[in-house]
Structure formats: C-alpha cells, structure tokens
C-alpha cells in the first residue's frame, strides 16, 4: 500500500491549467492520496491563464502536520509572483514540511528562488528555460531533461511533462506496475525517459 499523503496544490493567478490539472489526474488515482487541496496566498477564487477558475483554500487556514506531496505549477502568472516575498516566505515553510515536492513547467522557479534547489539538478519549460536559469543561477539546470529528480525534489519540463514526471513520482514511490495501470487507465502514452525531452531542441 505504502505511504499515506494528502496532495497540496499551490495556485496563483495565471497558472498553467495543464500543469496543475495533468498530474492531478494521475496522482489523484492512487489509493494512497487520502485528500487533495488546492490553496492560494488569500484563499478564494484562482483562475489559470485558460481562464478556469478555482475555488481555493488560504494557505493560512491549513493544518499542515500531516505528511503532503507539495505540487506547485508554472504558467504566465508566474512571472509576477517570483517577486511576491510573501508567497516565497509562505513556499520556504511548505516545501520544509513536505515529503515530497513536485514542480511542472516555470513552477521551478519558485523553488529556486527559495534556494531548495541550490546545489542540486532540475529542469523546467524549454521556451521558458534561460529565464527560469537566470533566476536559479546555483543550480545545475539539465535542458535535454524531461524530468529530473534530486533526493525528494521533482521538477519537469513544460506543461504536459507534468504527467510523465508524476508517473515517474509514482514509479518511484509505488512501484513501475502502478504507474503503468494508472497510465493505461488514462489511455496515455508515458514518456518513460526523464532525461529525453523531445521538445528541448526547438527553443
């Protein structure tokens, strides 16, 4: 069975939908997740750059003893709250108490500009990826990478590389057969190979 964890989803305005709503699909079918929430800076209505709106709670009014996979996104909206010293101050304390922490797209730069990553590998959206390294200059960006892990950190590519990267999670942590019934449950094609992103010599 493993290990039993809620999954917390980090939104900001301008999200990328994909990018939150790819690995949900396919974390949210493990057993294993015993609740899934989606929290903000102020809580209430989130609405992603594809204009889907999300009701979310204030990260504030969380109990956050219970053990939780963080997952935090990229998208256009990023590029405004890298410079949010709040949400940062807020994202230092909850990627200290996660198990495990889970980027898609420019959502690693967040986590780079909090410093868990200083030191180690990651990836992040390949159209995106100078930007994302000029703000992360301690740490060792890996462009071919469709999804890189480093001890408890995941970061993957652009937007659908979502998926692949939380099949991967789940490989790791639950077994490949998991992983691999969840994606033919989904009818998807899992790019098995984190360090192939087919998409990283177009940009």
């Not at 294993?32 to 750059?49: C, E, P, Q």
């Not at 909090?114 to 301690?138: C, E, P, Y």
Request: overall charge negative.
């Amino acid at each position: 069975m493993g290990v039993i964890m809620d999954l917390l989803v980090v939104l900001f305005n301008g999200f990328e939908t994909l990018d939150v709503f790819g690995p949900v699909e396919v974390l949210g079918r493990l057993e294993n997740i015993s609740k899934i929430s989606f929290v903000s800076l102020a809580g209430g209505l989130i609405t992603s750059s594809q204009q889907v709106p999300v009701i979310t709670e204030a990260i504030s009014s969380l109990p956050l003893q219970s053990e939780y996979i963080l997952l935090v996104p990229g998208g256009s909206g990023v590029r405004n709250e890298v410079e949010n010293e709040r949400l940062l101050e807020i994202m230092k304390q909850l990627t200290r108490n996660a198990q495990f922490v889970l980027s898609v797209c420019t959502g690693a730069v967040l986590l780079a500009k909090i410093g868990i990553l200083d030191h180690k590998k990651a990836t992040t959206n390949k159209r995106s990826f100078d930007w994302v390294m000029q703000q992360g200059t301690n740490v060792s960006w890996v462009k071919k990478a469709r999804w890189v892990k480093d001890q408890n950190i995941y970061t993957s590519s652009g937007v659908s590389a979502g998926i692949d990267m939380a099949l991967g999670f789940i490989a790791d942590t639950y077994g490949e057969e998991q992983a691999e019934v969840i994606a033919n449950r989904i009818e998807y094609s899992w790019n098995k190979d984190s360090e192939a992103d087919m998409f990283y010599s177009l940009y």
